[in-house]
């Protein structure tokens, strides 16, 4: 799923070769992203485009020979000129008069000579590791001497070719994701562009171009690019007089491995350049009309001493179980500091149920990119492979980290605290520049383990590379979190290993969090009387009573069907039997199935005091809805989803811990298995140990302690 669909989708016809454009945003200020070399699309920049599109009108190209853009056969028909062409075309279909070109490698060269043909119409140039070849020789070969052959071997060069462009560290999403744009186009297609005519071919008709050109301009290099030498970049701003920024360590596309870097720098460069510009203007304006420049006035400054301390509170939106625990801690926290104000930065249906309770959700938050709806979009048939959804994710979740950067840039805020907020918590560990507040960061699972270690390699390869790169995060800069809370005792974790050669998952929490009883959104001895609780909700007593519960996403929609047809079955043996079936806030009831004695309710408001009156509870495999019920001893059959790292390992070693649910697997149970497990689940009488009590007030204890400066 996409962080932002694009507002204008089209297609310019340039001498019968489409060329498909995207058109994001509607700001002033018009930025085209620019094609490159085919071995990719216009999506190369979705890390760039959801943040960009919030600030300015972005257009992005899928240049030919890949994408939804047309592959004509031939070297002449991918010179540059050609390509400059195109940019063009897409320049006058978009309804552009003039942007900033923001460009890759060969785009360079193509930016160039757009500006050489129509000056007027660019402002500026972002050049990223510049493919002006004259510029500066290649002090040595861009590929080893036994570098696969392409007309060999094409999905072997492909994958070396990627690997090359990639050196960094933990790069295997952006690896991934090159490897598969570049097998949308084909060999035919890069052959042709090898030998297509190049522009400009002199090192002095690259100089007097650029020098002729005079236009502002940001070079963004990294000094371990292999595909373009860093002089190439170095001389480009040189002539420009171009603003340098050099990434040390960094290969050729560090606008996928070092997203926050460039996008903060793109947006400092079109802002600066376009400040710069209406001040000229402004002050040419202002000398002719002989009147003095009116300044704009801003928020008024208030005194530190005067301001209430304010936090931001990121809440993950998957699922409905955090924000219950973080509502419990917040209410603890305002005990212990009564100034202090708390501002939500939370998805629907996160933000739903925070606005239900009093507090303030920002203004920010409906710009956040749907989590929610992508773990829905991977989801099928009880199966989530949640890992590599989380890796899916990669542009949601830079998406929504700089719309956070944005906001704690516009406010001062005393104190940061994400639940399970992964976004925010990689992006700072990868730019720790970025922290100006203390940050506190709490969970209940840590790590990743593979779901099928035994047959799928790929996955453990992946996990591990996941999990060094946390713990290397965490040992390079553990000043990023100024308290890390891990909600549950120590003995709740696996201890299984994070990856050859790395620690356990035990071993290592223990030493770099603070562990907190889990929360418990209710006091569970108010809650151990199901008959009066039937009586307080109005379900009366005399009857089994059954409640079925899925969370707040649509992962559950299947198990709800099966549910329903096993509850079918239970009436048969027990006429008088009732099942509450909550769907939460983005299943529709009227989509299920109608069973006599099934009443079907959307989201409910206080769910855990409904599953504390049932006789027995079925319920997925999340954690949240599964502890409630061990806190309030109530009996449940409960379905981790198919190759959910978190569900099938860390919830089920926990539920064993407690001693808690009668664990089915979705793919192998029948209505007429669930059923029987219903009623034997009625029928018993749980003793799960016990959780231990005031983990809200611990956790608002260690919060408290970061803004009072107590330890």
Same mark, same amino acid.
């Given at each position: 799923?996409?962080a932002?669909?694009p507002?204008l989708v089209?297609e310019?016809?340039r001498?019968g070769?489409p060329?498909?454009?995207?058109?994001?945003?509607?700001?002033?200020t018009t930025?085209l992203?620019?094609?490159?070399?085919?071995v990719?699309d216009?999506?190369?920049?979705?890390?760039?485009?959801?943040y960009?599109?919030?600030?300015?009108r972005v257009?992005?190209v899928?240049p030919?020979g890949?994408?939804r853009?047309?592959?004509?056969a031939?070297?002449?028909?991918?010179?540059d000129?050609?390509?400059?062409?195109d940019?063009?075309?897409?320049?006058?279909a978009?309804?552009t008069?003039?942007?900033?070109?923001?460009?890759?490698?060969?785009?360079?060269k193509?930016?160039l000579?757009?500006?050489?043909?129509?000056?007027?119409r660019?402002?500026?140039?972002?050049?990223?590791a510049?493919g002006?070849?004259?510029?500066?020789?290649h002090?040595d070969?861009?590929?080893?001497?036994d570098?696969p052959?392409?007309?060999?071997?094409?999905?072997?060069?492909?994958?070396?070719h990627?690997?090359?462009?990639?050196p960094?560290?933990?790069?295997s999403?952006a690896?991934?994701d090159?490897?598969?744009w570049?097998?949308?186009t084909?060999?035919a297609t890069i052959t042709?562009?090898?030998?297509?005519?190049?522009?400009?071919?002199?090192?002095?008709?690259?100089?007097?171009?650029?020098r002729?050109?005079?236009?502002?301009?940001?070079?963004?290099?990294g000094?371990e690019?292999?595909?373009?030498?860093?002089?190439?970049?170095r001389?480009?701003?040189?002539?420009?007089?171009?603003?340098?920024?050099?990434?040390e360590?960094?290969?050729h596309?560090?606008?996928a491995?070092?997203?926050?870097l460039v996008?903060t720098k793109?947006?400092?460069?079109v802002?600066m350049t376009t400040v710069?510009?209406s001040?000229?203007?402004t002050a040419?304006?202002?000398a002719?009309?002989?009147?003095?420049v009116a300044?704009?006035?801003g928020?008024?400054?208030?005194?530190?001493?005067?301001?209430?301390?304010?936090?931001?509170?990121?809440?993950?939106?998957?699922g409905?179980?955090?924000v219950?625990?973080?509502l419990?801690?917040?209410h603890?926290?305002?005990?212990r500091?009564?100034?202090?104000?708390?501002?939500?930065l939370?998805?629907?249906p996160?933000s739903?149920?925070v606005?239900?309770?009093?507090?303030i959700?920002?203004?920010?938050s409906?710009?956040?990119?749907?989590e929610s709806?992508?773990?829905?979009s991977e989801?099928?048939?009880?199966?989530?492979?949640?890992?590599?959804?989380?890796r899916?994710?990669?542009?949601?979740l830079?998406?929504?980290?700089m719309?956070?950067?944005?906001?704690?840039?516009?406010?001062?805020y005393?104190?940061?605290?994400?639940?399970?907020?992964w976004?925010?918590?990689?992006?700072l560990h990868e730019n720790?520049?970025r922290?100006?507040?203390?940050y506190?960061?709490l969970?209940?699972?840590?790590g990743?383990?593979?779901?099928?270690?035994?047959?799928?390699?790929?996955?453990?390869?992946l996990t591990?590379d996941?999990?060094?790169?946390?713990?290397?995060?965490?040992?390079?800069?553990?000043y990023v979190?100024d308290?890390?809370?891990?909600?549950g005792?120590?003995a709740?974790?696996p201890d299984a290993s994070?990856g050859r050669?790395?620690?356990t998952?035990r071993?290592?929490t223990e030493?770099?969090?603070?562990t907190?009883?889990?929360?418990?959104?209710f006091d569970?001895?108010a809650?151990r009387?199901?008959a009066?609780?039937r009586r307080?909700l109005g379900?009366?007593?005399?009857?089994?009573?059954?409640?079925?519960?899925v969370?707040?996403t649509a992962?559950?929609?299947?198990?709800?069907?099966?549910?329903?047809e096993?509850f079918a079955?239970v009436?048969a043996d027990? !006429?008088d039997a &009732?099942?509450?079936?909550?769907t #939460?806030?983005?299943?529709?009831? $009227?989509? +299920?199935?109608? %069973?006599?004695?099934?009443?079907k309710?959307?989201y409910?408001?206080?769910?855990?005091?409904?599953?504390?009156?049932?006789?027995?509870?079925?319920?997925?495999?999340g954690?949240?809805t599964t502890?409630?019920?061990v806190a309030?001893r109530?009996?449940f059959?409960?379905?981790?989803l198919?190759?959910?790292w978190?569900?099938?390992?860390f919830?089920?070693h926990?539920?064993?811990?407690?001693?808690?649910g009668?664990?089915?697997?979705?793919r192998t149970?029948s209505p007429?298995?669930?059923a029987?497990?219903?009623?034997?689940?009625r029928?018993s009488? !749980?003793?799960? &140990?016990p959780?231990?009590r005031? #983990?809200?007030?611990?956790?608002? $204890?260690? +919060?408290?302690? %970061?803004l009072?400066?107590a330890?």
């Amino acid at each position: 799923m996409r962080a932002r669909e694009p507002d204008l989708v089209g297609e310019t016809d340039r001498d019968g070769v489409p060329i498909h454009y995207e058109v994001f945003g509607s700001g002033q200020t018009t930025l085209l992203m620019m094609g490159t070399f085919p071995v990719v699309d216009g999506h190369q920049w979705k890390a760039q485009v959801p943040y960009l599109a919030r600030h300015f009108r972005v257009v992005t190209v899928d240049p030919r020979g890949n994408g939804r853009s047309g592959r004509p056969a031939g070297p002449a028909a991918y010179s540059d000129d050609v390509n400059a062409a195109d940019a063009l075309a897409v320049l006058h279909a978009s309804g552009t008069d003039s942007a900033f070109l923001v460009a890759l490698c060969s785009g360079i060269k193509w930016s160039l000579l757009v500006a050489e043909r129509a000056p007027g119409r660019v402002r500026g140039i972002v050049a990223i590791a510049p493919g002006v070849h004259p510029l500066a020789p290649h002090p040595d070969p861009i590929q080893p001497v036994d570098h696969p052959d392409w007309a060999g071997d094409w999905e072997g060069w492909v994958a070396y070719h990627s690997g090359v462009l990639l050196p960094e560290p933990h790069s295997s999403k952006a690896y991934d994701d090159l490897v598969g744009w570049s097998l949308q186009t084909d060999l035919a297609t890069i052959t042709a562009r090898t030998h297509a005519p190049l522009r400009p071919t002199e090192e002095q008709e690259a100089a007097d171009l650029v020098r002729r050109l005079d236009l502002p301009m940001l070079v963004i290099h990294g000094t371990e690019d292999r595909c373009q030498p860093l002089e190439r970049g170095r001389r480009l701003a040189e002539l420009t007089g171009a603003r340098f920024v050099v990434v040390e360590g960094g290969g050729h596309l560090p606008h996928a491995r070092h997203p926050v870097l460039v996008n903060t720098k793109i947006k400092e460069f079109v802002h600066m350049t376009t400040v710069a510009t209406s001040a000229t203007a402004t002050a040419a304006a202002t000398a002719t009309a002989n009147a003095p420049v009116a300044v704009e006035g801003g928020a008024p400054w208030l005194f530190a001493r005067d301001r209430k301390r304010r936090a931001l509170w990121v809440c993950s939106p998957i699922g409905l179980g955090h924000v219950l625990r973080d509502l419990a801690i917040a209410h603890s926290l305002r005990e212990r500091v009564p100034d202090l104000q708390i501002e939500w930065l939370a998805q629907s249906p996160v933000s739903d149920v925070v606005r239900a309770h009093g507090e303030i959700v920002h203004p920010a938050s409906a710009e956040l990119a749907s989590e929610s709806a992508h773990w829905e979009s991977e989801a099928e048939r009880h199966e989530l492979h949640a890992f590599h959804a989380l890796r899916r994710m990669d542009e949601i979740l830079c998406a929504n980290y700089m719309l956070f950067d944005d906001v704690v840039r516009e406010t001062s805020y005393d104190l940061w605290v994400g639940d399970e907020a992964w976004d925010v918590d990689h992006f700072l560990h990868e730019n720790p520049e970025r922290k100006t507040a203390p940050y506190a960061f709490l969970t209940d699972v840590v790590g990743f383990l593979p779901v099928d270690a035994e047959h799928d390699l790929r996955e453990v390869e992946l996990t591990t590379d996941y999990n060094a790169e946390m713990i290397e995060h965490r040992e390079r800069f553990p000043y990023v979190r100024d308290r890390s809370l891990f909600i549950g005792d120590l003995a709740e974790l696996p201890d299984a290993s994070l990856g050859r050669g790395l620690p356990t998952v035990r071993g290592w929490t223990e030493r770099w969090f603070s562990t907190v009883p889990y929360v418990v959104p209710f006091d569970p001895s108010a809650y151990r009387r199901p008959a009066a609780l039937r009586r307080e909700l109005g379900y009366g007593t005399g009857y089994p009573l059954y409640v079925a519960a899925v969370g707040g996403t649509a992962v559950g929609r299947d198990l709800l069907e099966l549910t329903a047809e096993a509850f079918a079955l239970v009436r048969a043996d027990e !006429p008088d039997a &009732r099942l509450v079936m909550v769907t #939460g806030p983005r299943i529709d009831p $009227d989509e +299920l199935p109608d %069973v006599e004695g099934m009443d079907k309710r959307g989201y409910v408001d206080g769910l855990f005091a409904h599953l504390a009156a049932a006789d027995a509870a079925i319920v997925q495999g999340g954690l949240s809805t599964t502890m409630e019920l061990v806190a309030a001893r109530r009996p449940f059959v409960y379905f981790p989803l198919a190759h959910h790292w978190e569900q099938q390992h860390f919830v089920a070693h926990r539920l064993d811990h407690y001693g808690a649910g009668h664990r089915m697997d979705y793919r192998t149970t029948s209505p007429r298995d669930l059923a029987e497990a219903m009623r034997t689940a009625r029928q018993s009488r !749980p003793s799960y &140990r016990p959780i231990r009590r005031g #983990g809200a007030d611990r956790a608002a $204890d260690q +919060l408290a302690s %970061v803004l009072t400066g107590a330890r």
